[in-house]
């Protein structure tokens, strides 16, 4: 038993190995592409050797659009996709093949080039033969389809503007003697090419900022092309309506453990569930990023239960793994299985019992608190259960005209809907004026049995200042009568930096990043919401991204930004993206 895992190590160590290399070899091709695209002489020796007496190891071609087409294929083969595997395995084989039966001629054989270009080909494809098992990822079903609609579709747009830019822009004297058919595959053999022989086309001559433009134009259709057929797929089923009966009975025994816990309910998530059912993680595929949010659901000791199979499920399908406003307590344990940990911020907790408007270090907020009051402003407070159907299609209503853009921002903080049937457990704040109108509303979700967090802030423009804060320190005050105990308020991004980068003696590096964070604030509210929570002393509570290489925090920054809602993506209209929402609506 002990010899057979000791082989096995050693068998999945040098698979591994050999998908590294196979991976760098890339790469390296990858630069000696572009290399060849800046240094005018080597890409001119490159050519005339594939042209002439001399081939050159596999994918080494020459020019930009070699070196992005052999960049892609570093990245996908780095993601370990088996569709990249297959294409590479193939072409690399056919390549061998082909340079095998060159060498059977003497005057091939005598340049020994040809003799390294082939040696570095075989090694390619020994590579990726041993390194078969550790290209694993799938793709998308539709992605072969999708990536023949792409190329048959682009290359049709693409050579008719390409036909266009040469009509207005031939120069050739004798320009009368081509057609439209002419110029049509002049630049339909630019597009495949890269290059045409002018030769054959004696009445046009077009400008070399045309022809550059087709070459960009035949770049950006592969590049197409080459994402359609490597694309990871989309999304697994979002939450079931069984799904969703199984989350709520573990926040209903484990709730108290997350403020975050509420927040997994969102439909557009999916589950995956421990062996014992005990535990689940939650998460969101964007932009092939598996990015969960918050902590585990359910018993601590069940999570491991549930991080090793949507790890499993992340490598599966290529995509990235990724936790956004993990607690500490989950980032240990995430910890254990390959997440590394970067802070994000801190999470304001207020303890109702503790809260107190007395002191001299909340005067500003008494003295904002008390001017809101003589002004007649007062605050009702309810569970969303008790409110009455023609009431709660107002109180909609009025939130929906005063949301501040079209798009509603949230992910890992935020319920995403308002109003529903099954959420009759949250509370809401309606505060009205002095006459009774309506100015502002406040949505918090049920954290455990006695607490809550904050799901969502809407008021009048017009209304006055300090409504927010006015409602928040209602809420705290009346606590007790509605047996509340500790409150969740907004997340802080970056905190301690404000904190400390303010400090007497803070160091050069960290004033300079706050002046930085600053200066951001201004389009995102970043000290904004820092300073909106301190006032009223909350305790802060660390709130970590985790993740398992840095390479990847790009993408993953990238996927956050529009799981909240501060990126849109191109791609198919919002009313099919939502099509699954509105089945469990």
Same mark, same amino acid.
């Given at each position: ?35 060849s ?7 001119? #020796?490159? $050519?005339?050797?594939?042209t002439?007496?001399?081939?050159? %190891?596999? *994918? ?29 395995l ?11 039966? /060159?060498?059977?001629f003497?005057?091939i ?5 040809? @003799? ?6 075989a ?10 098992r ?6 998308d079903?539709?992605n072969p ?10 290359l049709?747009?693409?050579?008719l ?6 009509t ?7 320009a ?8 049509? $595959? ?25 022809n550059?433009? +087709? ?19 989309r999304?697994?089923d %979002?939450?079931t309506e069984?799904?969703?009966?199984? *989350? ?10 997350d ?5 997994? *309910? ?7 569930w421990?062996?014992t059912g ?7 595929v964007l ?7 918050g ?8 999570? %491991?239960?549930?991080? =090793? %199979?949507?790890l499993a ?7 990235i ?16 299985h ?8 801190d ?6 019992a ?28 309810r ?6 159907? #023609?009431?709660? /299609?107002?109180?909609?209503?009025r939130?929906?005209d005063?949301? #501040? ?42 954290w455990?049995?006695?607490?809550l967090?904050? #799901? ?13 804060e006015?409602?928040?320190? =209602?809420?705290?005050?009346?606590a007790q ?22 400090r007497?003696?803070?160091?050069p590096v960290?004033?300079? @990043? ?7 604030s201004? @389009? ?13 002393r909350? +305790? ?5 991204l985790?993740?398992?290489k ?5 993408r +993953? ?12 993506a ?11 929402l509105?089945?469990?609506?």
């Open positions: 038993m002990g010899d057979a895992r000791i082989v096995a190590d050693r068998e999945r160590g040098a698979a591994q190995r050999a998908a590294s290399f196979a991976v760098w070899y890339l790469r390296v091709v990858t630069f000696l592409n572009f290399l695209a800046v240094w005018v002489s080597f890409g001119q #020796d490159l $050519r005339r050797h594939n002439e007496n001399y081939f050159t %190891p596999y *994918l080494l071609t020459a020019g930009f659009a070699s070196g992005v087409f052999t960049m892609f294929l570093a990245i996908t083969m780095r993601r370990r996709k088996r569709a990249a595997w297959i294409l590479n193939v072409l690399s084989g056919l390549f061998l093949l082909l340079f095998a039966f /060159a060498l059977a003497p005057e054989r005598r340049y020994p080039q040809n @003799w390294i270009s082939c040696i570095l080909t090694a390619f494809v020994a590579s990726l033969v041993v390194g078969r550790e290209f694993y990822a799938k793709g079903r539709s389809k999708l990536a023949a609609a792409v190329a048959i579709g682009g049709l747009v693409t050579s503007l390409a036909a266009f830019l040469v207005v822009t031939n120069q050739a004297h004798d009368h003697r081509s057609t439209f058919l002419d110029r049509w $595959r002049y630049g339909v053999l630019r597009l495949v090419s890269v290059a045409a022989d002018d030769s054959r086309f004696p009445g046009i001559t077009t400008p070399n900022w045309v550059v433009t +087709i070459n960009v134009l035949s770049t950006l259709l592969i590049l197409a092309v080459f994402y359609a057929a490597f694309r990871s797929r999304a697994v %979002p939450l069984d799904d969703e009966r199984r *989350l709520r009975a573990l926040l209903d025994r484990y709730g108290d453990r403020s975050l816990g509420y927040f997994a *309910l969102r439909r557009e998530k999916s589950a995956v421990s062996p005990k535990a689940a993680v939650v998460y969101r932009g092939g990023v598996s990015l969960a949010s902590d585990p659901i359910g018993d601590l000791e069940a999570w %491991p239960g549930a991080i =090793e %199979p949507w499920e992340a490598r599966e399908h290529g995509w793994p990724a936790v956004m406003g993990a607690s500490e307590e989950a980032g240990t344990v995430y910890a254990r390959g997440l590394d940990a970067l802070e994000l911020g999470e304001a907790i207020v303890e109702t503790e809260f107190t408007l007395d002191g001299r270090a909340m005067r500003t907020v008494r003295q904002a608190y008390n001017r809101v009051k003589r002004a007649g402003y007062e605050v009702r407070i569970r969303h259960q008790d409110i009455p159907a #023609d009431e709660m /299609a107002y109180l909609l209503k939130a929906d005063w949301r #501040d853009g079209a798009t509603e921002r949230g992910f890992s903080m935020a319920l995403g809907r308002l109003g529903h049937p099954d959420d009759g457990q949250c509370m809401m704040l309606e505060c009205t004026d002095g006459d009774g109108e309506l100015r502002a509303v406040l949505s918090f979700v049920p455990g049995p006695h607490g967090s904050l #799901d969502l802030m809407r008021r009048d423009r017009d209304s006055e200042n300090g409504l927010m006015f409602m928040v320190i =209602e809420l705290l005050n009346r009568e509605i047996q509340i105990t500790q409150v969740s308020l907004n997340f802080a991004m970056f905190r301690s930096v404000f904190e400390r980068g303010a007497l003696g803070a160091g960290l004033r300079l @990043w706050r002046s930085l964070l600053s200066f951001f201004r @389009w995102w509210q970043i000290e904004s919401l820092y300073r909106a929570n301190a006032k009223y909350p +305790i802060w509570e660390p709130r970590f985790l993740f398992e840095s390479a990847d925090l790009l +993953i920054g990238v996927a956050s930004a529009r799981a909240e809602g501060f990126l849109e191109p791609g198919l209209p919002k009313w099919l993206h939502r099509k699954h509105e089945s469990h609506g």
